[in-house]
């Protein structure tokens, strides 16, 4: 059975600061999404990881993908108020459509 | 165009009625979702259709009955609903995953219908 597990699922932190949100998946695939959704609002597409070793960033947010380690990671730098969100990973299969999410981070970044 | 469009957007149904969500795309994906998804929850697949044909169905209650009328179309019917089926209903479009590996390939969702049960 598939499992798309996010650690942590909480996350306060202080302005400034770096942290890292992991996404670990138990069947191996190429294909890893990182959406942000604003309470009450829909999910907003962040990264689209489709290879082993890609990495993309935007603005203060960095993601990664290692297909290896069934692993990706969605890295904040000098974190600012504006991106507090919970942060969805989400797993796409090789063999169909299927895309499952992982739960979330809800993340709260303090000023 | 990169937008999903949803209808309606909130929507109040009794146990007893009969009601539809609807979704169109008109990027020419063939690949198209319903996510059911609770407060504080991430979203559950519920379906998927691709090139038009029901491919995945998560074992979702027969109260809830998808269509796919054409390429750019999605509806959701539902009947006989529970409170418990009080949710947001996101629907969303992509590339089938064959053609997932190139540009375009993200998965666009809609707004999303509030669905309330009473």
């Known amino acids: 059975e598939l499992k798309v597990e996010q650690n942590p699922l909480f996350l306060s932190m202080q302005e400034g600061k770096n942290y890292t949100i992991y996404c670990n998946y138990s069947t191996t695939s190429d294909r890893l999404y990182w959406y942000r959704q604003d309470p009450g609002k829909s999910l907003e597409s962040l990264f689209v990881l489709l290879s082993n070793g890609a990495v993309k960033q935007e603005g203060r947010l960095m993601a990664s993908l290692d297909t290896k380690a069934r692993l990706s990671t969605l890295h904040i730098t000098a974190a600012v108020h504006d991106l507090s969100a919970t942060y969805f990973c989400?797993?796409?299969?090789?063999?169909?459509?299927?895309?499952?999410f992982g739960k979330g981070t809800r993340l709260h970044i303090l000023p | 165009d990169t937008e999903v469009t949803q209808t309606p957007k909130h929507l109040v149904m009794g146990m007893t009625n009969k009601k539809s969500l609807k979704c169109e795309q008109h990027?020419?994906?063939?690949?198209m979702y319903w996510y059911k998804q609770k407060a504080k929850k991430p979203p559950e697949l519920m379906f998927v259709y691709s090139y038009e044909k029901l491919s995945i169905n998560e074992s979702v209650p027969s109260r809830f009955s998808p269509e796919c009328p054409n390429s750019s179309l999605l509806n959701l019917h539902l009947h006989a609903l529970q409170p418990e089926d009080s949710a947001l209903y996101l629907c969303a479009s992509s590339q089938d995953f064959r053609r997932s590996v190139g540009p375009g390939n993200t998965i666009y969702f809609g707004e999303g219908s509030w669905l309330t049960v009473v």
């Open positions: 990027m020419g994906h063939r690949a």
């Open positions: 989400a797993w796409g299969g090789n063999r169909d459509d299927k895309i499952i």
